[in-house]
């Protein structure tokens, strides 16, 4: 007999639910997570690019070169204290410590999730499986991990700040040295302690609050170490290319599209960043907008800081780097601790509130399944098989030369082994956002064949090259079967001799 909806959530309020049963679940969910995750999802170049900047740089070179990266630094530091377990036991592979190393910290935000915050339970499982936090952040081996893990700790104490305001004060620290969009998370929750110490203590005594105080050191500090980690230690920096144009009309509007719709009923319009806007996309975004406005509005502290965060994300993303899907979910994910906040206020969400956030959730959940369809069939890059290829078929003592480091870093990690790049031809193993991409002519590549006294060379594009410029090139393999990236690979040969 089927259970109405009135038994099932009695079901899932049932204290056995809540302590045995929600720990035999999420066992369970932690064993398929990490089937998943280690067997069917490859790394791709920005998971790539930190585990090689934190294997082959000194600490001193890592700090310095954080600023061509444009992250501060606490999941570089994380990610390099990892290395020195290759290190130590080379044999290990590489790609599966990274993930480990990952892994561990999804799976702490899962337990935060689950077992220390107040949702309820039916909203606690929806968003353990929603796109951004089940997928985004939890499968793809990137720092937005930490800002998902940290935001969880901040919001279960943030209510207890006034007795308890130094583990506040560390997190708010901390969430700084994650993202820039993690900084911009702590200004909002600055503004959330302010607006609610306002309401409680008026405005003149808000600043005499000891520890609010506490808090707003700990938030400004965090601000400070920031900015210091990623401003430019010499000249000649610039990475002026690698950002928008300032409030140009299209990036606006790309941003509005983006930050909207393409976060909150994702899907239902093709993304921004490939397709680019609509009017439908851009009247949706407008929608959605009023909705998420309007669905904190009964807790003005809460709604003030939701709108503060949305203001200035949004201004980010139009004036200073639009971002893409990954970036985008920065918003929901805090709207998600706003949702937190808000039921430190209040003990339930009004009917309103449940069509609102249904529609988001539904979205999200719809999503996280095509995302979990495409990766069980198709690879998210196709870097891992170009990478086994070259160390199953290349002899070590052939140079392999590619045409764009930025692309080739992924392929350096799986084959194993440095590749080489013009015109200064030495080996690498990670690019800089700042360097230019070099296309050496065919002669030039022959000369760097010859100085390595080789008979021939591996050339490594991203793209098919032209027969025109480069003549005596040989395809010898393509690497360019549908991905969740669309990195596509081929390998020619050229003698030298």
């Not at 949706?284 to 669905?295: D, I, R, T």
């Not at 709604?303 to 929901?332: D, E, H, K, N, P």
């Not at 010859?450 to 008979?455: L, T």
Request: charged content about 15%; overall charge positive; some cysteine.
């Amino acid at each position: 007999m089927w259970l109405s909806l009135g038994q099932i959530n009695e079901l899932m309020q049932a204290n056995w639910w809540k302590t045995r049963g929600l720990q035999l679940f999420f066992g369970l969910f932690v064993l398929v997570f990490g089937y998943f995750k280690f067997t069917y999802h490859e790394l791709w170049k920005d998971e790539w690019q930190v585990w090689m900047m934190g294997r082959d740089m000194g600490w001193l070179e890592l700090f310095g070169n954080l600023y061509f990266e444009g992250h501060p630094a606490l999941w570089y530091i994380y990610v390099k204290c990892w290395t020195y377990v290759y290190h130590l036991f080379p044999a290990f592979d590489q790609a599966t410590i990274l993930q480990v190393g990952h892994f561990m910290l999804a799976v702490a935000a899962f337990y935060w999730l689950l077992f220390r915050l107040r949702y309820p339970i039916w909203l606690k499982l929806s968003l353990l499986f929603s796109y951004f936090i089940f997928f985004e952040y939890g499968l793809v081996n990137r720092g937005y991990v930490l800002v998902l893990l940290l935001g969880f700790m901040l919001v279960e104490r943030i209510a207890d700040f006034r007795q308890k305001p130094w583990p506040v004060a560390i997190l708010l620290f901390l969430l700084c040295q994650v993202e820039v969009y993690s900084t911009l998370m702590v200004a909002a929750f600055g503004v959330y302690l302010l607006a609610q110490k306002w309401v409680e203590l008026g405005w003149r005594k808000v600043w005499s609050d000891r520890a609010l105080l506490v808090c707003g050191g700990g938030a400004v500090l965090g601000g400070l170490v920031f900015l210091l980690t990623i401003f430019p230690y010499t000249e000649g920096r610039n990475l002026q290319a690698a950002f928008v144009e300032p409030f140009a009309a299209d990036v606006v509007r790309t941003a509005f599209q983006g930050n909207f719709v393409n976060t909150f009923w994702l899907g239902v319009v093709p993304d921004t960043n490939a397709f680019g806007v609509s009017s439908l996309g851009l009247g949706l975004s407008a929608v959605v907008l009023l909705l998420v406005m309007y669905f904190f509005w009964r807790v003005r502290a809460v709604w003030i800081s939701f709108i503060f965060f949305t203001l200035i994300f949004f201004l980010f993303s139009a004036g200073f780097y639009a971002g893409g899907v990954r970036q985008w979910g920065m918003l929901f994910l805090y709207f998600v601790f706003c949702l937190h906040l808000w039921y430190d206020h209040r003990p339930k969400l009004l009917w309103d509130q449940r069509v609102i956030l249904a529609s988001f959730l539904l979205f999200q959940l719809i999503y996280t399944g095509r995302a979990v369809e495409k990766e069980f069939f198709f690879p998210f890059t196709n870097a891992k098989a170009t990478g086994a290829f070259i160390a199953e078929k290349v002899p070590p003592e052939v140079p392999v030369v590619v045409i764009n480091k930025f692309a080739a870093t992924p392929v350096v990690g799986y084959a194993g082994r440095n590749f080489y790049a013009l015109p200064d031809g030495d080996p690498f193993s990670y690019f800089k956002w700042t360097e230019r991409i070099y296309i050496p002519p065919e002669v030039e590549l022959k000369l760097f064949g010859q100085f390595k006294k080789v008979r021939g060379i591996i050339i490594l594009s991203y793209e098919g090259l032209d027969p025109q410029r480069y003549p005596n090139v040989q395809l010898w393999q393509s690497f360019d079967g549908f991905s969740l990236k669309n990195e596509n690979y081929y390998l020619y040969t050229l003698p030298t001799e």
